[in-house]
């Protein structure tokens, strides 16, 4: 077993310049934890959520989670939930990482 904090993670992931990238940092049952780093003014086109619901925490920066027309913006500490099959999109105003758990219960 190891402790890890999300927040420090993001040092794991660095920000590209134009693109918006994502490493996995566990895998386990139940669970996977990624970290997202996106450059100021990129983001991630509308797309669905996993099988699973997940949960988006805002490691630093702002981003800006778009569902059904309606943005919410997320500062660091800020959290979100998402159903399973949700289709969203994701901007960066910032250059900003976004903590990802996606869950599974094994149901």
Do not use: Y
């Not at 402790?3 to 669970?31: W, Y």
């Not at 943005?71 to 660091?76: E, V």
């Amino acid at each position: 077993m190891s402790v890890s904090a999300l927040p420090s993670a993001a040092a794991q992931v660095p920000i590209e310049a134009g693109k918006a990238h994502a490493r996995t940092l566990l895998q386990a049952e139940g669970v996977r934890v990624v970290v997202l780093a996106i450059a100021a003014g990129a983001g991630l086109a509308e797309h669905r959520t996993p099988k699973h619901p997940l949960l988006m925490q805002a490691l630093d920066g702002e981003v800006t989670v778009t569902v059904g027309g309606s943005a919410t913006l997320l500062r660091p500490g800020d959290f979100l939930h998402l159903d399973a099959g949700v289709l969203h999109a994701v901007s960066a105003e910032v250059d900003s990482h976004l903590g990802l758990l996606l869950l599974n219960s094994g149901a």
